[in-house]
């Protein structure tokens, strides 16, 4: 055993961490004049979209734990680039239900953008039969993916996107929006196991995105807390801060093991053991998400509580990811009846 | 990232598990008489070394292996897994203390006995009035002649009712600044004017002692290292503290979960969604303490200096462990306070120890904030 990361690891973190400060943001006043345009090209000119393509081999261009990697630094800097809802989410779901090399490779190198069709809640995806739907971390998708069940298996479909109502969504950083969808003009076979694939990797980068999150918004706070001079004193020499923020840094210490233990399944274990692995590192992530961001927000008073101030924008995205594709009670329920049986 | 045994692990491991199997005692646990327990637990730890299974990763020119950490994890894990007895804590770190600080003589005399559990040892650093600020301990020693003369008291000190011999710090020169005063001394505990008492702990065992010094006689060649170095070495021991797993409580916490759910099917409560969802809570906080815990072995078996991330990991496990605990007495209901399920009742009261020794949970908190997130002190 051995767990930690390779020097390639290593090498991909620092590239995305280098893109993640100039294309992420310092304060949400960031959010109107951050070049998207330019910031997506760039994101796919480092190949971060395609690292999910597959060889001739079948086989993923890089393992999830780079992924994991990759959407975690992005997080970490709030980069607000549809990574994850308009690239990784729809082209793993096309390869794993093995659609043709070229509609794979459209996505994956950003020439064709598409969305996964979520159910209302955002906690499922939408079947065949859906008309009006919801999308996530897209905008202008041409296209979303839905999954029906067909008999033991699954069927994924290809349904064209006929209109977009953009929500105000709290999540600053990502959109979300209604979509009207024709019918399917598209299908592709889904096996069970590779839904559940498709699902555990879904899962885990969400916890990813969350643990990044909230290692971007503790850096922030202590660094904070060096230079706020309160009872002419930084306040983070008290230890009523310290205490919050060491605690903190132990709920991000319990998500990164189990995130990088999920990524590591996705491509080496079964398909349940993934699933259950990424059950536990998101009920992990969520369970702590939300709490190490408002901590975040008490250390930095009263300026925390302000629009101006980037600590909501992690609250609001760490609380959006924690309920995509569901929250903490579906995610523990999950894990019950693999551990101990449906009940 | 590699999460599987390599095929010298496995191998290592399949070895470990026949051997545990069959030189495990089922009924350990139930010997009540608490001399029979010593024997018992001096006997094992003599059987662990001649069967190669004590200092995995000491060096071997003093008995050990030479082999890393993560031998010591398996170990552990298919310790716990048995129920048999773990090897005393003591072995690790006042072992590197020992091969660091001490003479050649000392090391050629002290460090094989230890690693074969022919003597066992103790460690007295607390004292009434130095816990968690260990460095204001005020036991003094005075040199007369070759010999000191010991006086004061310590607390805290595991295993002395059954100890040989003690890894003693006391005050040596009160006048310098108490970080520098501080001598280390070896001694015999059965040196005339040593008294030991047991400290019965919350869940009513008595896991640990004070010992008290009076006018105690030992020789000048029984210091380790020179006069005035018992904070460097005090700070070596804790250096070398090890992680959860490598101290069997990754495995025990798996094992007490199963328990639990073993009990929740037994009670009818696995319908129950609340319960389910604890249930569920704590498989992914174990999971959260194993996996941390191995990335902080794996940074230390490749040679990135870790230290504080320790106390990082030590934090998780006392979080987990104790909500584990609380968790065992919601599902145990009314049986754990009639006295049906005493043993789980004595688990919990144990698990409330685990945020004191070794470093409570602040200050652990401390550590982290200064030493990790480089708050100011």
Redesign the interface.
């Known amino acids: 055993v051995l767990a930690v990361y390779t020097d390639e690891q290593k090498m991909l973190d620092d590239a995305v961490r280098k893109f993640a400060r100039d294309y992420g943001l310092n304060s949400p006043a960031d959010l109107k004049v951050v070049d998207r345009a330019a910031g997506w090209k760039a994101l796919s000119e480092m190949g971060i979209a395609g690292l999910r393509a597959r060889e001739s081999s079948g086989a993923p261009m890089a393992s999830a734990v780079e992924i994991a990697i990759a959407v975690s630094a992005l997080a970490e800097r709030l980069v607000p680039l549809p990574l994850l809802g308009s690239a990784l989410f729809p082209a793993e779901l096309l390869a794993l239900a093995q659609a043709p090399a070229e509609r794979l490779s459209a996505v994956t190198e950003g020439r064709q953008s598409a969305c996964i069709l979520f159910d209302a809640e955002l906690a499922e995806v939408a079947d065949a039969g859906v008309q009006t739907a919801y999308s996530w971390d897209c905008q202008g998708a041409e296209f979303g993916l839905s999954i029906t069940p067909s008999g033991s298996e699954y069927s994924v479909a290809l349904h064209p996107i006929t209109s977009t109502t953009d929500h105000k969504g709290a999540d600053l950083t990502r959109a979300v929006s209604q979509v009207e969808v024709g019918a399917p003009v598209e299908s592709y076979t889904l096996s069970a196991g590779n839904r559940e694939r498709w699902l555990a990797f879904a899962l885990t980068l969400l916890a990813a995105d969350i643990l990044g999150a909230m290692r971007g918004a503790l850096n922030g706070a202590v660094e904070y807390s060096k230079v706020r001079i309160q009872y002419k004193v930084p306040i983070g020499s008290f230890q009523a801060v310290q205490h919050m923020c060491s605690e903190a840094l132990v709920k991000i210490t319990g998500t990164v093991g189990t995130v990088n233990y999920a990524a590591w399944c996705i491509d080496e274990l079964s398909p349940a053991e993934a699933l259950l692995a990424a059950r536990t590192a998101k009920a992990y992530a969520v369970s702590v998400g939300r709490p190490v961001c408002e901590t975040v927000m008490q250390v930095y008073g009263g300026l925390g509580q302000t629009w101006e101030s980037i600590a909501h924008l992690y609250l609001r995205r760490v609380m959006v990811s924690t309920y995509l594709l569901g929250g903490l009670q579906s995610m523990l329920a999950g894990i019950a009846d693999a551990r101990l049986g449906v009940k | ?6 095929p010298e ?1 496995a191998a290592f491991r399949a070895d470990a598990r026949a051997w545990f199997a069959e030189h495990t005692s089922a009924d350990w646990t139930h010997v009540e008489d608490e001399q029979e327990q010593t024997r018992l637990r001096r006997q094992w730890h003599q059987n662990l070394y001649k069967a190669g299974y004590a200092g995995m990763a000491w060096p071997t020119e003093y008995g050990g292996l030479g082999l890393n950490a ?1 031998y010591s994890a398996i170990l552990a894990e298919e310790a716990v897994s048995t129920q048999a007895p773990q090897l005393p804590p003591y072995i690790g770190y006042m072992g590197a203390a020992i091969q660091a600080y001490g003479t050649e003589a000392q090391k050629r005399h002290f460090l094989p006995t230890m690693l074969s559990g022919e003597i066992a040892w103790c460690q007295g650093f607390s004292e009434p009035e130095a816990g968690s600020d260990i460095a204001s301990l005020r036991t003094r020693a005075v040199l007369e002649g070759d010999e000191w003369v010991v006086n004061g008291q310590k607390m805290w000190t595991s295993g002395a009712h059954e100890a040989d011999w003690c890894f003693l710090l006391v005050r040596t020169e009160p006048d310098l600044p108490k970080h520098k005063g501080i001598t280390c001394l070896l001694t015999e505990m059965d040196r005339p004017g040593i008294e030991v008492r047991k400290i019965y702990l919350s869940n009513g065992i008595p896991e640990t002692s004070e010992v008290f010094f009076d006018n105690v006689r030992i020789p000048a060649s029984q210091m380790l290292g020179q006069r005035g170095d018992g904070w460097p070495i005090a700070m070596t021991t804790v250096s070398f503290e090890r992680g959860p797993i490598e101290v069997g409580a990754v495995q025990r916490y798996e094992i007490v979960l199963e328990k639990i ?1 073993q009990a929740a ?1 037994e009670r009818g409560l ?2 129950d ?1 609340r319960i ?2 604890e ?3 704590a ?3 174990g ?9 902080e ?3 230390r ?2 040679g ?1 200096a870790a230290g504080e ?1 320790g106390s ?2 030590k ?2 496990w006392s ?1 987990s462990e104790q909500a584990l605990q609380a968790l065992s007495l919601d599902v145990l209901g009314v049986d754990a306070w009639t006295g049906k399920e005493a043993e789980k009742m004595a688990e919990y009261f144990s698990a409330r120890a685990v945020s004191v020794y070794g470093g409570t949970a ?1 200050i ?3 550590i ?3 030493r ?6």
């Open positions: 990232m590699d999460y599987r045994d390599t692990e993560v759910e099917a696995l319908g969604p389910r969802s249930l569920a809570l498989y992914a906080r999971q959260a303490l194993r996996l941390a815990s191995l990335e072995l794996s940074a078996v490749s990135v991330a990082l990991c934090l998780l979080e602040q652990q908190k401390n982290v904030a200064q990790i997130l480089g708050m100011p002190r």
